[in-house]
């Protein structure tokens, strides 16, 4: 037998390549809505049918919907090579339309390496539309990319059975999953949000059966805005909860679900969008930075779905609540030391704020910082580095919260530019419980800085966090710096952190060391009040 030829064998090659080359299909939007209702869930299995001997379909192989896709297998949407376009040409959507859903069946599977969104809504909107929901686990969606044009928030995926992995995402702003019917599990690597219509949030939702911080429903990589898009308004935001776009009404949420971001960019935001005040549960975002991130966004809960400009009146604290978790990864998994820090004009927190691992800042003048909202848990790991909190707002804010635990201990950070003017904490209803020890860290190692927060008797020292009349402080309270020494008159004196809990809050500063020979008059004065105290006896 003779052996190919080169140009046999390139040809070959070549033909191979052709044959495997990406394809891209279209969706006829138009068609599937005039043939469905309001609220209507259609069968991916149904959007391919024989009528009369002749098969219709609602795919084509080109944007101008003349080339019918007949392949009732749907091969062509388990292929990772291929890209689907939801709509195609000029293809709009009518305003009012609300709830086509298409429901993955059978053993029909969705791995493509992107779905796009083409005109698929109005400047008003369109509710729920093209929805894409998976019976159950097994019917995964899994996708490249996710982009849009146009009017895109209108598609999205939603349903209790479906298990949605998408490597990035860049949209107007988006809704994965909703709150009355939350995904099963939800895995984006990198979310880029864009300015919406009507400068509308991102909404998303999900609930798996026996998750954790260990293992949350979401996972998000990189969470972040493309453009500076307007901060007066919630187009940067990505929150848990209803869409104003979900055919449901207000939802009440009893579940708690964990989120885990591994970094907070841009002027992206996260937070609740509107909810019952009879719900029991919430969101805990888990904060997992395995490098230090900023963004210029904010944390929200919104009271209503109107799609104006954010302001004080449109925040609550009622309702599910929204907890934050920051726990510092590295990327081996191991607990870390990086920051995530929010410097934006909005940090409503209704429910608890934790420190595992790393640090996290957030602006302590915002909007909510005087709002009702649960603890501020110090819970540092065994093996973590650090775990800390402060503010990244100008020096001199004050952020409420209900109460503080210290458990496994931590850190907080207290940025002083004056006796007068320091960072702030008040307790609405608690003190300082727990058995574990809480560092105070003033930001600074400097001598001549430290000595500034030197005090005769710590009676005079600084109110770093104030509660009610009848609390107190069961921790222990150490400083980050424990001594130093500075020179007074050409006279080198030591001195010490001290603290002490009043009635009103937590005093901290430094006082001196006492001279020996002011030790042996305290000691000598000791011995005295003894003897005559046992001469008493």
């Known amino acids: 037998m003779k052996k190919p030829t080169i140009a046999f064998s390139f040809c070959a090659l070549l033909f191979a390549v052709v044959c495997a080359r990406a394809e891209t299909y279209y969706f006829d939007i138009d068609s599937f809505i005039a043939d469905t209702q309001d609220g209507q869930q259609v069968n991916l299995s149904d959007t391919i049918w024989n009528d009369g001997g002749e098969t219709k379909s609602y795919w084509y192989s080109d944007s101008s919907f003349t080339s019918t896709v007949t392949d009732a297998t749907f091969s062509f949407l388990d292929n990772a090579e291929n890209s689907v376009v939801m709509g195609g040409g000029n293809s709009t959507v009518s305003t009012g339309v609300k709830g086509r859903s298409l429901v993955i069946d059978g053993n029909f599977k969705m791995n493509l390496a992107s779905l796009e969104s083409m005109g698929t809504g109005s400047q008003s909107g369109a509710l729920e539309l093209a929805f894409f929901k998976g019976a159950t686990p097994d019917n995964a969606i899994s996708i490249g990319n996710y982009i849009g044009t146009g009017n895109s928030e209108s598609l999205g995926f939603g349903g209790s059975g479906t298990s949605l992995k998408i490597e990035s995402v860049e949209l107007r702003a988006v809704n994965l999953g909703c709150a009355h019917n939350p995904l099963s599990s939800l895995e984006i690597g990198t979310l880029t949000l864009a300015l919406a219509n009507n400068h509308k949030a991102s909404y998303f939702a999900a609930a798996g059966e026996g998750s954790s911080v260990e293992n949350p429903d979401v996972k998000i990589g990189v969470l972040s805005t493309h453009y500076q898009v307007q901060s007066s308004y919630p187009s940067g935001a990505l929150l848990y909860g209803e869409s104003s776009f ?23 935001s996260i937070g609740m969008g509107r909810s019952s005040a009879d719900s029991s549960g919430g969101v805990t975002y888990v904060l997992t930075n395995s490098t230090n991130a900023a963004t210029a966004g904010g944390i929200l809960q919104l009271k209503d779905d109107s799609t104006a400009a954010l302001s004080p009146e449109r925040m609550t604290t009622d309702g599910a609540k929204v907890n934050l978790l920051m726990s510092s990864r590295a990327p081996d998994g191991s607990f870390s030391n990086a920051t995530q820090s929010f410097t934006g004009d909005y940090m409503v ?7 595992q691992s790393g640090k996290l800042l957030i602006n302590y003048g915002a909007v909510g910082n005087d709002m ?10 065994a093996s973590a580095p650090i775990a800390s909190f402060g503010s990244s707002a100008d020096i001199g804010s004050t952020y409420q919260f209900s109460d503080i635990r210290v458990d496994g201990g931590g850190e907080i950070v207290v940025r002083v530019e004056s006796r007068d003017n320091f960072d702030r904490i008040t307790l609405s209803s608690g003190g300082i419980s727990g058995s574990g020890t809480l560092v105070v860290d003033f930001d600074t190692t400097a001598e001549s800085e430290l000595y500034e927060l030197v005090v005769e008797d710590i009676s005079q020292g600084l109110q770093i966090i104030s509660w009610t009349s009848g609390n107190s402080c069961t921790a222990t309270i150490e400083g980050a710096v424990k001594s130093f020494k500075y020179a007074v008159d050409g006279e ?5 952190f001290a603290s002490m809990a009043t009635d009103a809050g937590l005093l901290v500063g430094y006082v001196a060391v006492p001279e020996p020979a002011e030790w042996a008059a305290a000691l000598g004065l000791g011995a005295i009040l003894l003897a005559l105290w046992r001469r008493r006896k």
């Not at 927190?349 to 420190?355: Q, T, Y």
């Not at 009702?372 to 540092?380: E, Q, R």
């Open 246 to 268: 979900m055919s449901d009404g207000l939802p009440t949420i009893n579940t708690n679900s964990y989120v885990q971001i591994s970094s907070i960019t841009g002027l992206a």
């Open 349 to 355: 927190i209704s429910g608890n704020v934790a420190l």
């Open 372 to 381: 009702s909202k649960g603890s501020l848990i110090f819970d540092k790991a």
């Open 492 to 496: 080198e004196i030591e001195y010490v």
